[in-house]
């Protein structure tokens, strides 16, 4: 019975979330479209260049996917992070180390077939990424630090220092910008839709997504994760290695991300550029809050935003309408999910103000 009660709660639990998720994106259309109106520029004549670029042709469709598959990789790692209630603001970095990490296997190592050389690149830039992540979590759980600031500093070391490299050492000789060598046709990934930047990464992603939620939610470790995260005090109780799991899991977040840079080389720039995100590693947080924190649900929530940010592009090209405003609708989507729970914090406020306790009070007022 028990069991029951628990696996209830837990689907009631997801249905709000996914419910709060969708009209959090309405919300933020409906608001985006009214300060679009009160600048002068036509909200009608913004969403119809925004959205018939993705559904109107094939390579309009693939530059949307192609948009969205490096803020899935992102989106997956920071709803990782989360169900062990820990927050990574480093996916910028770890995305920069893996796609470093990829850049230089994929020049470097030569003479082998593509079958091996892919998975190698992916697999280092796997590892670049879990390393920086779980070094962030050891300094957490062991000395106390806040995992947020460390990976926003880290951010920076590591795109600087990236940034050295593909200026200075591993610049090739005549290139005018900061950049690594072009990596083996052997490390390409192949595409998915002829003249466009859509790959099998797209394929790789959505097939790690699938993974990871079977893992959370089929294995012993996804079970180790939630309850680590629902209760930390419980789960040693109940003989859960907390530390262990945290490190762990905060590690593979960061791995996640460091995928996603190996996908922007291997398919989109075939080496390591300078400056090649576009804020990528911080999108995936609100890609992964209007997912509910779901890794499979990031596919989806990934798609939407993919849809916003390929828009720009017919913005820039055919209007006159400024693509900030795309940037607005992803932080409103911000503000809509985080909503349910300011209006949890006003209310206990309010509560402890009047002294008021009981809830049918409070709840037929005008919040209600």
Do not use: C
């Not at 309405?26 to 959205?51: C, D, H, M, N």
């Not at 939610?217 to 629902?230: A, H, L, P, Q, S």
């Not at 909503?339 to 103000?353: C, E, G, S, V, W």
């Amino acid at each position: 019975m028990r069991l029951d009660n628990l696996k209830s709660s837990k689907y009631s639990n997801l249905r709000t979330s996914v419910v709060n998720s969708f009209f959090a994106l309405v919300f933020s259309l409906v608001l985006g479209a009214i300060f679009i109106s009160i600048t002068g520029y036509s909200p009608f004549e913004t969403y119809k260049a925004i959205f018939w670029l993705s559904f109107s042709t094939i390579k309009g469709f693939a530059l949307t996917l192609s948009q969205a598959t490096p803020l899935m990789f992102t989106g997956i790692s920071f709803a990782i992070a989360y169900k062990v209630k820990m927050i990574n603001t480093g996916a910028e970095g770890q995305l920069y180390a893996g796609a470093m990490a990829a850049a230089l296997v994929g020049a470097y190592v030569t003479n082998i077939p593509g079958i091996v050389h892919i998975p190698l690149a992916m697999f280092v830039a796997f590892i670049a990424g879990g390393i920086i992540a779980g070094l962030v979590a050891i300094a957490k759980i062991y000395t106390g630090a806040s995992e947020i600031i460390l990976t926003l500093m880290l951010n920076n070391v590591i795109i600087l220092f990236t940034s050295f490299l593909a200026n200075g050492p591993l610049k090739p000789e005549g290139s005018g910008i900061g950049q690594t060598e072009r990596i083996a046709e052997s490390a390409e990934l192949m595409r998915l839709v002829p003249q466009t930047q859509l790959t099998i990464a797209l394929l790789i992603v959505i097939a790690l997504a699938i993974i990871i939620q079977y893992m959370l939610d089929r294995t012993v470790f996804g079970y180790e994760i939630k309850v680590t995260g629902n209760n930390r005090k419980a789960a040693e109780v109940a003989g859960i290695n907390v530390s262990k799991i945290s490190i762990l899991t905060f590690a593979l977040s960061g791995a996640v991300a460091g995928m996603g840079g190996a996908a922007m080389v291997l398919g989109v720039n075939y080496r390591f550029i300078e400056g090649f995100s576009s804020g990528y590693g911080f999108a995936g947080i609100s890609i992964a809050a209007l997912a509910a924190y779901s890794p499979f649900g990031v596919i989806p929530a990934a798609f939407m935003i993919g849809i916003l940010r390929a828009g720009t592009i017919t913005l820039s090209r055919t209007t006159s309408i400024p693509i900030e405003f795309v940037d607005v609708i992803q932080v409103l989507v911000i503000i809509f999910v985080a909503a349910p729970a300011m209006i949890r914090q006003i209310l206990n406020l309010f509560k402890k103000i009047t002294g008021k306790n009981k809830k049918k009070e409070i709840a037929g007022g005008e919040v209600q």
